[in-house]
């Protein structure tokens, strides 16, 4: 590696580009070079487990997940949405009809207290 370079606007780093091992090509989880000078995407395919220290992390990937899994989770996600749809509806309804009560009973009442008293 060569030595950092610095300049009056700001400071750069230069490396030296180097080849992984096996053992990083295995380990790595993200965008790689090939020797063609291609893109290569490596990480977690399919359902894997991913252990970085104490830190477990489960993968599932969408591609490998039955057709079934898929139409249940939309079932549901759409469930939710609907519920959630009417009962912002029902609640907008109370506001409204508890809103109407109120003006209805401040109309009589004033014509009340303009007329009878």
């Known amino acids: 590696m060569s030595e950092p370079v610095k300049d009056d ?10 080849t992984m091992s096996e053992d990083d090509v295995r380990d ?3 965008l790689t ?7 290569e995407r490596t990480g977690p395919q399919g359902n894997e487990d991913i252990h970085v220290g104490n830190v ?14 898929k139409l249940l989770f ?7 949405i609907a519920f959630f ?3 912002a509806i029902a609640a907008a309804w109370v506001f409204a009809i508890g809103g109407a009560l109120i003006f209805v009973a ?3 009442l004033y014509f009340l207290r303009k007329y009878l008293l």
């Open 56 to 69: 477990h992390v489960h993968v599932v990937s969408l591609e490998t997940m039955p057709l079934w899994k």
């Open 106 to 108: 401040g109309v009589i």
């Open 85 to 87: 749809l009417v009962f």
């Open 28 to 30: 790595y989880h993200g």
């Open 9 to 18: 606007e700001y400071t750069e780093v230069h490396e030296e580009p180097r």
């Open 33 to 39: 070079l090939n020797e063609k000078g291609e893109e």
């Open 74 to 80: 939309g079932l549901i996600c759409v469930a939710v």
